[in-house]
């Protein structure tokens, strides 16, 4: 009877190892899963220094009523990826600014002054806001930052 005993928990030894191995192979799978979820990410995160391009005003008029933020491919921005990101701000009018807000940032050009100017923010998740201090209840934006 000993020996039956011994025989059965062998029996079951090896298939607990079969079992094992055949999660193994499920792992391989797993791995490739990972894989697709690093690629995601990687896609998702900007590269440090991603630009985005805030405009005050049009080409033909630098003090026309406008007020744009966009990718440095020129897509309006709605959603962002959470990081570091360079704001490069083009402000050629004295009555308008750029100002941007949201959770650890708050940075602005000035009225008065003119040119380009940049800025290096950290976006984290949540709601953001830009607008022309000046003229806020017609010239702003929203974006959300999420992932």
């Known amino acids: 009877m000993p020996i039956i005993r011994l025989a059965f928990g062998a029996t079951l030894a090896a298939a607990a190892l079969v079992l094992a191995g055949c999660g193994g192979g499920g792992g ?11 690629t995601m990410t990687t896609e998702t995160t900007p590269a440090v220094g991603a630009k985005l391009v805030g405009r005050i005003g049009s080409p033909d008029s630098p003090d026309a009523f406008v007020i744009t933020l966009t990718t440095e491919d020129g897509a309006a921005v709605t959603t962002l990826a959470p990081g570091t990101y360079t704001l490069e701000v083009d402000d050629p009018s004295t009555i308008h600014n750029f100002h941007l807000t949201g ?45």
């Open 28 to 38: 391989e799978a797993g791995g490739t899963e990972t894989t697709a979820t690093e």
């Open 103 to 147: 959770p650890g940032v708050d940075v602005a050009t000035d009225v008065g002054g003119t040119g380009t100017e940049s800025f290096t923010v950290t976006l984290e998740a949540g709601s953001y806001h830009f607008q022309c201090d000046p003229h806020a209840s017609t010239m702003e934006g929203d974006f959300q930052v999420s992932g």
